[in-house]
């Protein structure tokens, strides 16, 4: 199965950690349509870890009887009569994060299940995994069982970084894979998931995306990852990294009770088509000008988009506001080119024709970002 963009939706995690039930998923499938999300391209619900029982009944993973007492079936209907996809949760070990049970000798009998009740996409973590195993191995024979099935189910892999899956998870059948620990709800750890991304070899591309976890805009401090919160502007600029890294974008706030300000964020039609370029190439970053000082903390993404426009994003990583200059001839525009480039700021909507250089005031934690064509 091909998967042409990288996933978009909302998560239960973030927000409700173990705290989910059918009414949750339910009146959220409500707010995902009504308000927009789906429209915007946030099309796939997923319930994280903590929907089944403790024990396998009869050799199956059964849902939690008080919080889904009629079982996941119905609670996937109820999401696909929305015009939704449904996601699900299990783990390549003997158990999930939560201590449930994992999928680890399972896989055909779990995967069939899955299918039976109409999942769409599995996550599948890694957590209590058997030393004497082999993660590839395992990831592999789950990609295989969910195939078996017929059904056409997206494979996100949350390996978080272990592994080093960038050079094996397209080959065994992933559809995106976790590169780096869990998110949480603050500005550090939002810089530290980046510069990890930042570092790693890009192998991302159509078919199988590196995944940064699940986004924390909107969470303003509340819920299961809460650590803090963030700033508007910290917000924008999480939102913007994973857009320009082709990051899923799975929402993990609570969207009953998203500020508009946030929901603007989430619903920026600029970023997301950045994130979604079909081309999804990884950006270009600068940091080391040949003609600016080098200030860590600061630097400039440049991605190549599929309609030979450039997006721009600059970026202060730092706790002090920055002049920020990005030297043309550093992204392929030397002197002697025979055209300049346009920049439009996605959020003011200003344009400015660029040929040696452009200078960007950035406030601390900040990002701007500019979409570049060229001009005569
Ligand atoms: C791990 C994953 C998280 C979440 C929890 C659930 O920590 O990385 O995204 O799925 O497990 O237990």
């Given amino acids: 199965m091909l998967i042409k963009k990288p996933a978009m939706g909302w998560n239960t995690w973030n927000t409700f950690g173990m705290n989910i039930n059918e009414q949750l998923i339910k009146e959220t499938a409500d707010f995902m349509v009504n308000e927009g999300y789906l429209a915007a391209g946030y099309d796939t619900l997923v319930i994280d870890d ?6 396998r009944v009869n050799g199956r993973i059964v849902a939690d009887k008080e919080r889904f007492p009629n079982g996941i079936k119905p609670v996937a209907d109820y999401v696909h009569s929305k015009g939704l996809k449904f996601g699900l949760y299990s783990a390549v070990g ?44 395992a990831y592999l024979t789950m990609a295989m069982a969910l195939k078996a099935t ?4 997206e494979y996100s ?40 991304r930042m570092d790693i070899p890009d192998f991302t591309a159509p ?19 809460a650590k803090g919160g963030c700033t508007p ?15 899923p974008l799975m929402i993990g706030c609570d969207i009953r009770k ?54 721009f994003g600059f970026f202060n990583f730092s706790d002090k506001p920055v002049t920020q200059t990005s030297y043309m001839p550093d992204f392929g525009l030397p002197s002697n080119a025979t055209k300049k480039l346009r920049f439009k700021n996605i959020r003011t909507g200003e344009t400015t024709t660029v040929k040696d ?3 960007v005031n950035l406030e601390p934690h900040a990002c701007a970002v500019f979409i570049a064509e060229f001009v005569d």
């Fill in 50 to 55: 903590n929907w089944q029982e403790s024990e």
């Fill in 94 to 137: 003997v158990r999930t994060c939560c201590n449930k049970p994992g999928s680890f000798g399972y896989e055909y009998v779990d995967a069939q299940d899955f299918a039976d009740w109409g999942v769409d996409y599995l996550k599948y973590d890694l957590c209590h995994f058997p030393g004497c195993g082999d993660r590839k191995s």
């Fill in 150 to 153: 017929g059904r056409d189910i």
């Fill in 157 to 196: 892999c949350a390996i978080c970084g272990e592994s080093n899956p960038e050079q094996w998870m397209r080959s065994v059948g992933a559809h995106n894979y976790r590169m780096t620990g869990d998110i949480t709800d603050s500005f550090g750890s939002i810089k530290h998931i980046a510069e990890r």
């Fill in 207 to 225: 078919g199988c995306y590196a995944d940064m976890d699940m986004l924390v805009v909107g969470m303003n401090g509340v819920g299961y990852a």
């Fill in 233 to 247: 502007e910290e917000y924008f600029t999480h939102f913007a990294l994973w857009s320009f890294y082709s990051s």
């Fill in 258 to 311: 998203i500020t508009p300000e946030c929901k603007e964020i989430l619903f920026n039609k600029d970023l997301i088509a950045i994130n979604q370029d079909e081309e999804c190439r990884a950006p270009y970053r600068e940091r080391q000008s040949r003609y600016a000082t080098i200030i860590k903390d600061k630097f400039t993404l440049a991605k190549h988009l599929s309609d030979n426009r450039i997006a």
């Fill in 357 to 359: 250089a452009i200078i």
